[in-house]
């Protein structure tokens, strides 16, 4: 074939008398696509309730695997309440089973509590229900992932907050192995370990295409960012405190540093006397707020040593220009806690105009 010529790709060509076989789009029209269907696991992930009237309530969705039947006992998730299948309607009326990728309304017998994003399924066969998993994951923006950051991850009908627990690697495209690496950039491919805010009703995507798969979504953009399949993989899962499971911001350094148009770090002043360091720390905190910058002043007084180290650490990491005075004993303390590739040394002396000392603590910030 020869797609510049146009050869065998929609039409035969004149040239290969000998070929009789079909032209690539020609096979392509004739792949079977229905083989990848899975029609064992029944999966209905709720997309809408239908409530006409007082006498109707339906379940909307479209059956992403699997096969209900009117009678069918079923179960939903999360709640783990179960009824049986009063009738299957559609719009050319109700019918007796219904099977995937059809979309249908279910009615059941009992009234029990289900939304948008709950999921429908027979009780003796239940997807992985986990807030943690492994998976490959396609980065489709030029913007790469950002380990740091939270992200919304679209799942069926879920939406949800995740984060990235680790990249385990990244596949080389002209060799398929597997790198180490911190990141994904576009069109990268990798291993990427994920913990979602709340649980997902998943299934692997070898065994279950509709449920196995989710897209990546910019939590400021709304732009989908990364599209990912579940692997057939047992992770361990979190604690369900109701809380954030990672314990974690959900602005990362990245994004407060480009924002604030700054990195945080900590400045420790010595050198001088009490008062000279108090008159040097807000000279210093008023220039850097004239250049666009947001600085917070800290002063050790009868705090403990740990206190000051904390404040300082809080302090650097919402991204602040943080001037530590009087530290002394804690600037260890300060040092280890908040790192000290952060940590700056500010000697300020005893003599000298404020404003050249100030200029000369500029230098270091810089």
């Not at 009063?86 to 990728?101: L, N, W």
């Not at 291993?191 to 997902?200: D, E, G, N």
């Not at 196995?212 to 057939?232: E, H, K, Q, R």
């Not at 047992?234 to 480009?258: I, K, L």
Request: aromatic letters at 6%; charged letters at 25%.
């Amino acid at each position: 074939m020869s797609a510049l010529r146009g050869e065998n790709v929609v039409s035969g060509s004149t040239h290969m008398p000998w070929y009789d076989g079909p032209t690539v789009l020609g096979f392509l029209e004739r792949v079977p696509i229905s083989a990848d269907r899975n029609f064992g696991d029944f999966r209905y992930p709720v997309q809408y309730v239908l409530r006409p009237n007082l006498d109707y309530r339906g379940f909307c969705a479209q059956v992403a695997s699997g096969v209900v039947k009117k009678g069918d006992e079923v179960m939903v998730l999360p709640s783990g309440k179960r009824s049986r299948v009063r009738a299957i309607d559609t719009a050319d009326g109700e019918r007796a089973e219904a099977f995937t990728p059809e979309s249908v309304t279910l009615r059941l017998e009992d009234e029990i509590d289900c939304s948008r994003g709950d999921m429908i399924v027979h009780p003796d066969n239940r997807p992985r229900v986990g807030r943690s998993f492994e998976a490959h994951v396609v980065w489709l923006h030029e913007r790469a992932l950002d380990p740091h950051k939270s992200y919304w991850l679209k799942h069926t009908t879920r939406m949800v907050r995740m984060q990235v627990d680790a990249v385990r690697c990244r596949v080389d495209l002209a060799t398929l192995a597997e790198q180490p690496a911190e990141t994904l950039a576009l069109n990268d491919i990798g291993r990427v370990a994920i913990t979602c805010h709340q649980p997902l009703y998943f299934d692997p995507y070898a065994k279950n295409r509709a449920t196995g798969s989710f897209v990546i979504v910019d939590s400021l953009s709304n732009n989908t960012v990364g599209a990912g399949m579940i692997l057939d993989s047992e992770v361990a899962q979190p604690a369900d405190d109701g809380m954030d499971p990672a314990g974690r911001t959900q602005v990362s350094p990245r994004e407060r540093a480009e924002k604030l148009g700054h990195a945080g770090v900590t400045l420790l002043l010595h050198g001088a006397s009490a008062e000279r360091l108090r008159v040097v720390a807000f000279a210093l905190e008023r220039r850097l707020f004239d250049l666009g910058r947001v600085a917070h002043v800290l002063f050790a007084g009868e705090g403990t040593a740990s206190a000051l180290a904390w404040a300082a650490r809080a302090c650097t990491d919402a991204g602040l220009v943080t001037i530590c005075v009087g530290a002394g004993d804690a600037a260890a303390e300060v040092r280890d806690r908040v790192g000290e590739a952060r940590v700056r040394d500010g000697e300020v002396g005893a003599d000298g105009a404020v404003e050249r000392v100030v200029e000369r603590l500029l230098s270091v910030l810089a």
